[in-house]
C-alpha cells in the first residue's frame, strides 16, 4: 500500500543489531527471533550468495583464483586469501556487499507490514553500513568473558583474536555509539528480560 504520492504507507522500525566477536550477538539475534521479530542476518545472506548456485561465483574466482568449486566458495581457502590482507578484503566486499545491500532491500520489502525488523550486521561501525537504520542496538560483554568465549572456538588462537580485534572497533567505542546496549554478560533470563522490554518499547514506539 502507498500514500497519494507514491510513498510507502507504512515502514517498520529498523533496528541495526552489531557486536564484537564474541559477544553473544547470534543468541540476543536468537531471542529477537523467539518473539517474532524478523531478523535479516548478514552472516547468512553471505553464505547464501557463496553457494553453489550463486551468480556471484564466477566474479569470486576471478578475483581469487582457486577458492570455488562445484560446492560453491572453498570459505576457508578464500578466508586464508583475504584476512589480513586489506586490499584482497576490499576486493571481496566490493563484490559482496552490493548483492548483500540488494538482499536486504528485498528483506525490508517483504516486512513492510511489521512494527519492527532487525538488520544483524556484524560489522555495522566497521564497514559504514548504518544507512537506513533508525537506532542500533550493541551486544557487550566484559573483555574477561568476551576472550573465554572466544579462545574456546574452535581453531582459534591468541594471535588470531588478537588481529581479529585490530580490525574491529573497539567495544567501548560501539557502546558510546549505540542508540542501545544489550548486556550479556549477565544471567541469560537478564538477558532475555532486556530484549523483550527493549523489543516492547520500540513496536510501542512504532505504533
Not at 540476543?28 to 523467539?34: F, G, S, T, Y
Not at 578475483?63 to 586469501?81: I, K, N, S
Not at 550486521?121 to 537506532?135: C, R, W, Y
Amino acid at each position: 500500500m502507498t500514500t497519494a504520492d507514491g510513498a510507502p504507507a507504512h515502514r517498520p522500525f529498523v533496528l541495526g543489531l552489531t557486536g564484537s566477536i564474541g559477544m553473544g550477538k547470534s543468541a540476543v539475534a536468537a531471542m529477537l527471533r523467539q518473539l517474532e521479530v524478523p531478523v535479516f542476518d548478514a552472516d547468512a545472506a553471505v553464505h547464501r550468495l557463496q553457494a553453489a548456485d550463486s551468480p556471484l561465483l564466477p566474479l569470486i574466482e576471478a578475483a581469487f583464483p582457486g577458492t570455488t568449486g562445484p560446492e560453491g566458495v572453498r570459505r576457508q581457502d578464500l578466508g586464508a586469501r583475504v584476512f589480513g590482507d586489506r586490499a584482497a578484503l576490499a576486493r571481496l566486499e566490493a563484490i559482496m556487499h552490493p548483492a548483500v545491500a540488494q538482499l536486504r532491500q528485498g528483506f525490508l520489502a517483504d516486512h513492510a507490514h511489521e512494527p519492527l525488523i532487525v538488520f544483524d550486521i556484524p560489522l555495522l561501525f566497521e564497514k559504514g553500513n548504518g544507512a537506513g537504520l533508525d537506532a542500533v542496538a550493541v551486544v557487550s560483554a566484559p573483555a574477561d568473558q568476551q576472550r573465554t568465549r572466544v579462545l574456546a572456538r574452535p581453531g582459534m588462537t591468541e594471535a588470531k583474536f588478537a588481529q581479529i580485534l585490530a580490525l574491529q572497533v573497539p567495544d567501548a567505542d560501539k557502546r558510546d555509539r549505540a542508540d542501545h546496549v544489550i548486556d550479556t554478560g549477565v544471567p541469560l533470563a537478564q538477558t532475555e528480560a532486556a530484549v523483550a522490554a527493549l523489543v516492547t518499547r520500540l513496536r510501542a514506539g512504532a505504533a
